[in-house]
């Protein structure tokens, strides 16, 4: 995996490169078909010094939308070699740490040297990668727990302790007997006149090895059934891996609580600015509902002045308001 991942960085870095390199030199290629060209790339190559940034960097590598998608790819895929088999190989992680010191300058000198600025886009969090990221750590514990009760001697070296007070004995424990005088197949001469074979499991001795001298059983049985203590070590082994489930989630829970995703002082500063865009869109409420009432009250004014006129009007001129009948 180590090797890999070192394997695939240089790859990604010369890759980069080489197509840099041909994208350049595809730009200044004249065009044999279009000969009115050769003097403005002439001119082109002879002024490239001369030239703007932007124009220098439209000969690099172009940056598609989804380029980041490769870096989080390979991001997730190590981060489940190194969680989900951490039992099995615990340097890997200092491997991780070696290769990502490199990959951090690689990928640095990759977009500001051979690739164009990409689009920037402002975001909240680094999406569907963190479910992702998640759902590995579930399935890491899972794994590592597994691993530590079903592929090792943990569980049965700890139940014959408590069983007998020491591992003393601990090897004819864990081994059953076959009878290998029924291993037809055996044509090995230094194998020949064996008639006992030790394997590792928990099963009961076949009846036929009880006539042996110096072998005595306690119960056989043809067939190689498990016995008692298989049943007992496989219930411990699954006690064993829900109880490391529990105590993984817990302490992860414990760390969520204490250590925030955003720090105090940054929570503060958010409720802040929450409180004053708050208190600054009620302000600007009550300056509308005020503007309302000074137009209303202005409205009432300017109706009382008209009413007043009208009223002087009246009183002066009655005739021409209303019609004031003069016959007897």
Known sequence: ??????????????????????????LKLPNPHQK??????????????????????????????????DEYLEMAMQFGFITLFAA???LAPLFALINNIFEMRLDAYKLLVTVQRPMPAQ????GIWMTILEIMSFLAVLCNACLIAFTSDFIPKNY?????????GYMDFSLSYYDARHMHFIRDEHLHGVEICRYRAFRLPPCSLTNITGISFSSCDNDLTVTYDFWVILTIRVIFVLVFLLIVVAIKAIFVYCIKDIPTKIDVQLKRERYLARQAILQRQETILSQKKTTIVNHDKFTEKIEEKMVRKIETRPKEFFVINTTV
Request: aromatic share 20%; charged share 20%; net charge positive.
């Open 36 to 69: 009115g060209l050769k003097r403005v790339r002439r001119e082109v190559i002879c002024s490239n010094q001369q030239l703007g940034q932007y124009e220098k960097d439209y000969a690099l590598n172009p940056a598609y939308d989804q380029f980041l998608c």
């Open 123 to 126: 975001v909240k969090d680094i």
């Open 160 to 168: 014959y302790w408590f069983k007998t007070g020491s591992l003393k």
């Open 1 to 26: 995996m180590a090797g890999q991942q070192f394997i695939n960085a240089f790859v990604e870095i010369g890759y980069n490169i080489v197509y840099w390199f041909v994208r350049r030199w595809q």
């Open 88 to 90: 099995v190989f615990p």
